[in-house]
């Protein structure tokens, strides 16, 4: 039970500490990082974790307290102040390892809002464990029976809480994670039809009248079709080099976090991004970038 204790407690710990790690790159992004991963898995993963694990945390604690307070001796184990040095240690390396963090970064001009926050995240939570554990090795007692560590205890709890609670305006809604995947899979298949386009005129030299004449049984591509509606994408040929693609979307680019707030970054999600709604991208192929393919001649 112990052992479990240990464990929980720092999954726990790493799952808060991931949170507030994600709403920091949330609302405090960095310039000079242009690109950022989705937060909504990373997120997922931290509420997971502390809905399930940190009521285990609570509930094996209070049964070993429990325990010792019916049987002292229990208290003496060796498996249970091992345990509690160990974790003294690492929260002791953690904050040593915390400070030495700030002095290089400082040293290095990169002393910013965004990594002191992240350092004053994990100095907390190292400072919350080391405080509870140092006082379980030198008290007799439970915990919620001392004034000073109850309110402690349940302050930690709160803070947890709320931290956990805020993660789903943070990613928002199973239901508007859901909404926000089928729009992730549109704007994937518009791009691979986007691609089977251009390799048509590099190929043929001219546009597609309509999707379905992208479809090859020899390379085996099949248009793909709304992950929703089962309805095909439309598209319109606009020119001899440019056509347009439009889908229905469920969700605005952003607002269920598919991306944090960053500066533009070259080459990449930029030209997908869309509202709820009908939407429609207007591509244009520029005959330098995208050239003709040579026909193979026989011999």
Partial sequence: MHLLAIVALYISAVSFGTLLFNYIDRFFPDPLVPYYASLSNAVRWAIASLLIVF??????????????????????????????????????????????????????????????????????????????????????????????????????ILVVAVATIGGFFLIGSPFQMRLARFDERRVQDLQNIQWQIINYWQKKERLPDSIAQLRDDISGFIPPQDPESNAAYEYARRSNLQFELCAIFKTETGATDSRIPQPVLEGRAESWSHGAGRVCFLRTIDPELYRLQEPVLKR
């Fill in 55 to 156: 009521p285990v945390y609570g509930w094996v604690s209070w049964v070993l307290r429990r325990d010792e307070a019916r049987d002292p001796a229990k208290r003496e184990l060796r498996i249970r102040k091992w345990l509690l040095y160990f974790t003294l240690f690492a929260a002791a390396v953690v904050i040593i390892g915390d400070l030495v963090a700030v002095i290089y970064n400082f040293l290095g001009g990169d002393l910013t809002i965004r990594f002191i926050l992240k350092v004053a995240s994990v100095l907390f939570i190292a400072a919350l464990v080391f405080i509870y554990y140092l006082w379980q090795l030198r008290s007799s007692g439970p915990a919620l029976r001392d004034p000073r560590m109850r309110w402690f205890a349940w302050g930690a």
